[in-house]
């Protein structure tokens, strides 16, 4: 659970859900059918380390990641890691280095940024060559600090910038691969998967065949915006073949929730999300993944779809 959905959000036009203190948003998560992990954004969520850690144990949760947000601050409006002064740059960086420092304290896995406000809103904006580059610099950069704390980046199409630098799965690949840090990884959100037009399931095989670790953020919308809602809901297949991919790679962390309840209740509207993400991925797991891709290599369509229709739709 990405806790922060927990309490207050708001957009242009209104406000959603009441405001809530971290530590009862721990307690919310308790309340949700098969959550027990957490993913915090730092720095405005947590306590100190201690009181941080007193509040996990209270409520009996383990961490997923540790989210830090660089686009908050009113410097990095415009962006963050990509902008021409070095000086904000820099303070960017450190607010990284601050989250692995946090991370490592608390004993979280990784550190995941998406870098949102670093991007374009119209045309002659910002030097493509430039901001390129200093992206590079800066998630390398902050890569190479606590190597054992592994930094994982979120690539989305738009918002809060019309066009953001990271705009697909396969931009925040190459990039990655230019800083040449090994202890990097992709945080891959389903709804900005196919938000960006990608299949989430591809892009997810895509990354750990270039070697790059994977996190999943589960979620779903109508693929032309980040509507945050609960997994399935719209792109139910989309789902499953994640899922089978999951399996097939050994998938070993949170399936974190990134979704929005907006005018449901919240608890009930989490507990749908964890209701179908858990039963697809034990419906995914029931598949005879040898079976399927046997019948890839054989390029036999139409007994895949066979399959599809009476093992997956149950038709």
């Excluded at 919310?28 to 947590?46: H, K």
Aim: with cysteine; hydrophobic share 35%; glycine share 6%.
């Amino acid at each position: 659970m990405i806790i922060g959905f927990l309490g207050k959000t708001q957009d242009r036009f209104s406000e959603y859900q009441s405001p809530v203190t971290t530590r009862q948003k721990l307690a919310l998560v308790g309340e949700i059918n098969g959550m027990d992990g957490v993913e915090m954004v730092f720095p405005y969520e947590n306590g100190d380390p201690s009181e941080t850690m007193h509040w996990m144990n209270e409520y009996e949760l383990k961490w997923a990641a540790i989210n830090v947000n660089i686009k908050r601050e009113a410097e990095w409006v415009r962006g963050s890691l990509s902008r021409p002064d070095k000086g904000i740059r820099d303070r960017a960086v450190d607010m990284i280095r601050k989250a692995k420092d946090f991370a490592k304290a608390v004993g979280a896995p990784l550190v995941t940024c998406c870098p949102l406000s670093d991007g374009y809103d119209i045309l002659f904006q910002i030097s493509y060559r430039d901001s390129w580059r200093f992206m590079i610099e800066t998630i390398g950069e902050a890569a190479e600090y606590l190597p054992e704390i592994p930094l994982f980046i979120e690539p989305k199409y738009s918002e809060t910038r019309v066009h953001c630098i990271l705009d697909s799965t396969s931009k925040a690949l190459l990039l990655l691969r230019e800083t040449g840090n090994p202890n990097t990884g992709i945080t891959l959100d389903f709804g900005h998967s196919l938000q960006s037009q990608e299949n989430p399931a591809q892009m997810y095989a895509t990354a750990l065949e270039a070697g790059f670790d994977v996190y999943l953020h589960t979620n779903d919308n109508d693929s032309r915006a980040d509507w945050d809602l609960p997994g399935a809901s719209h792109h139910f297949l989309h789902y499953v073949e994640l899922m089978f991919y999951a399996h097939e790679y050994g998938y070993h962390k949170y399936f974190t929730t990134d979704a929005s309840p907006r005018i449901f209740d919240r608890v009930e509207f989490f507990n749908r999300h964890a209701e179908i993400t858990a039963g697809i991925w034990e419906l995914a797991g029931r598949l005879d993944r040898k079976k399927y891709f046997q019948l890839m290599a054989k390029e036999d369509y139409n007994e895949l779809m066979r399959l599809v229709n009476r093992e997956i739709y149950r038709l």
